[in-house]
């Protein structure tokens, strides 16, 4: 079992398709989704609202609606995630995978000491009594390095700031040391000094531990700085994915390039109008049966609309494991 | 009159602070204080933008809602176009008011869920008696508004919902449009969007300044939006002005401490990839 283990990529998606239940019908919200990472390896992914981002790491967790269709597989070291029944991915979720929100407010209980929730993880996974949780409560909250850890165990969420409750979310994620942790926009709702010092804490403990990491945000700078590997989606498929340093240096799908033209950055004029991407992202129904993205690409032509695209290889200069793909044919143009 | 006119100033900020009180911690204990503001002075000529950066908790909110006059300040001064907007109340606040006007972050809480656009982009109007305007001339205006923002004449029967997120905040910015403002503050404005519907927005921002000469209050943690869209930078720090000038030399030659935090916290800021891009 162990030596399988070690031949076994962490985790392996392939052709994830999820549907859900919608006014108007059956909407598909992600559209064969398919990546492998390992551990200590860490992804992004990169999409606007409505890109499929969140939904796919709710799929990962097992947390979809309960109408949800779900086909394709996950499998995380191996085993079969996809139609596991209740009470089994009860027992992975929070041990062996685990989610930091974005909403440190709303995703902490306002009624239950911090220690509590720290030690929830561990009471139901590792059977822990009270005292030995809160003990090792007090040694996870050091080590998200919040300050003065042993007066704050016994302190509510409101009593806490916004990067304070951030940490207090990944020592929740932490306790069970899980082998995939999945960040959902970890950082939005903080301030961007805040944010870089919780990112850094993340990245740090991630490679302690040597576990793989999910991060997802719509921030691309902020992958720049963090991930190995950059998945771009767009209408619940990923568009384009590479290494992160060949992404950034070669934008080849036409949304990739969208998104970064019209993103603000220091050092412009005053007044510089920034590149729009035109339209807006479409109702899932909405959804053109080829590429989604061909509605609002400049280099669209008829047959885009119609055919789904196909992921193609691009040759890159860094020859490592990490291929660059890009799902358009048309990249080449200009 | 109208050569005095043209040298007053936009909108000057005098010595502003704001003091709230804190619960009390015990009985016999004397109620705490909080500065959440202090000693805040700035000139807006018109046409010209001022962005206000800062932490969450560093006033810049507060400043927001003193300048629009929802909150009232502890000391110091708002004068807009000569006229200080604290000593002013009722209809004369209401007349004055139309000349400032207010964007929010949230396009989803900022837009009452109940009424229609018409009723929404109508509101400032409807506070100023104009009793010549009737309903078809409220409608034109409301259209007039909304085509700025580049919406349909369709889109005043429908109702918030039926909205994007971007969308909804070219409403807000047509509510602020229709009283024809020399000033609009916006919280925040685009920091709910998404990267290419914010560029939209901004672009949209921008536009409207260069056709009707408006001048922004642009509040903001994105240090790339403020320097995109404003002339001059004011940073606070717990209340306290650190750094005030133009934005250009803020960027660039940032003196403070704090001022050189918040930009190398900036992500993405430091590669080299980025700026040679911008050239």
């Not at chain 1, 040759?315 to 490592?320: K, N, V």
């Not at chain 2, 805040?40 to 010209?48: C, I, N, W």
């Amino acid at each position: 079992m162990s030596d399988l283990s070690s031949t076994q990529p962490l985790l392996q998606v392939d052709d994830l398709r999820v549907s859900l239940p919608t006014a108007r019908g059956w909407a598909q919200a992600l559209r064969g989704v398919s990546w492998r990472m390992e551990r200590g390896q860490t992804v992004g992914l990169i999409g606007e609202s409505g890109s499929g981002k969140s939904l796919t790491a709710l799929a990962l967790m097992g947390l979809l609606p309960e109408r949800a269709r779900v086909s394709g597989s996950i499998t995380l070291q191996g085993q079969e995630l996809v139609g596991l029944p209740e009470p089994q991915m009860c027992q992975l979720r929070g041990a062996r995978m685990a989610m930091i929100f974005q909403e440190p407010m709303t995703a902490l209980n306002p009624l239950h000491p911090i220690w509590k929730q720290i030690a929830e993880p561990l009471r139901l996974h590792q059977h822990m009594s009270a005292s030995d949780a809160k003990a090792r409560a007090l040694q996870l909250l050091d080590r998200v390095q919040l300050p003065r850890a042993r007066e704050r165990l016994d302190a509510y969420p409101h009593e806490l700031s916004g990067g304070q409750r951030q940490r207090v979310m990944i020592s929740i994620a932490l306790a069970c040391s899980p082998d995939l942790l999945i960040a959902d926009e970890p950082t939005t709702a903080l301030d961007v000094t805040v944010q870089k010092e919780v990112l850094q804490l993340i990245q740090q403990l991630v490679r302690e531990d040597g576990m793989g990491l999910l991060l997802i945000s719509h921030d691309l700078g902020l992958m720049q700085d963090q991930v190995d590997r950059v998945m771009v989606m767009y209408g619940g498929a990923v568009v384009e994915s590479a290494a992160t340093p060949e992404l950034f240096a070669h934008r080849a799908h036409p949304y990739t390039r969208g998104l970064f033209a019209a993103r603000p950055r220091l050092g412009l004029a005053r007044g510089t109008r920034l590149t729009t991407i035109p339209g807006s992202v479409p109702e899932l129904m909405d959804f053109p049966a080829g590429c989604a993205f061909a509605d609002r690409c400049s280099l669209a032509v008829e047959d885009c609309r119609l055919t789904p695209p196909q992921a193609e290889s691009i040759h890159s200069e860094a020859a490592d494991e990490t291929p660059h793909s890009v799902s358009c044919p048309r990249w080449r143009l200009p | 009159m109208n050569e005095i006119s043209t040298s007053v100033p936009l909108l000057q900020v005098k010595r502003l602070g704001r003091r709230f009180a804190l619960p009390r911690t015990g009985l016999f204990q004397p109620v705490g204080a909080l500065q959440a503001l202090a000693d805040v002075s700035f000139t807006l000529q018109p046409g010209k933008s001022l962005g206000v950066v800062g932490e969450s908790g560093s006033g810049k909110s507060t400043l927001a809602r003193l300048v629009m006059a929802l909150d009232t300040p502890t000391e110091g001064q708002v004068v807009f176009k000569g006229v200080d907007v604290h000593q002013t109340h009722g209809q004369a606040l209401r007349q004055l008011r139309s000349g400032f006007q207010m964007v929010f972050q949230d396009p989803y809480g900022s837009l009452d869920p109940r009424q229609k656009v018409l009723a929404i982009v109508t509101e400032p109007i409807k506070t100023l008696v104009e009793p010549a305007d009737g309903r078809t001339e409220l409608r034109d205006r409301a259209a007039q508004a909304l085509s700025e923002v580049g919406l349909r004449t369709a889109d005043l029967d429908k109702y918030p919902h039926e909205f994007s997120g971007g969308q909804r905040q070219r409403i807000a910015i047509a509510r602020a449009l229709i009283t024809r403002p020399a000033l609009i503050v916006a919280d925040e404005p685009v920091s709910a969007l998404d990267v290419s519907v914010q560029a939209q927005v901004l672009n949209l921002m921008m536009d409207l300044q260069d056709r009707y000469g408006l001048s922004y209050l642009f509040v903001s943690h994105d240090l790339a939006v403020v320097n995109l869209m404003c002339d001059d930078v004011l940073v606070l720090q717990s209340g306290r002005v650190v750094e005030h000038g133009p934005a250009q030399q803020i960027f660039q030659h940032a003196e403070h401490a704090y001022t050189r935090k918040l930009l190398a916290a900036v992500p993405g800021s430091r590669d080299p990839f980025l700026e040679q891009e911008t050239t």
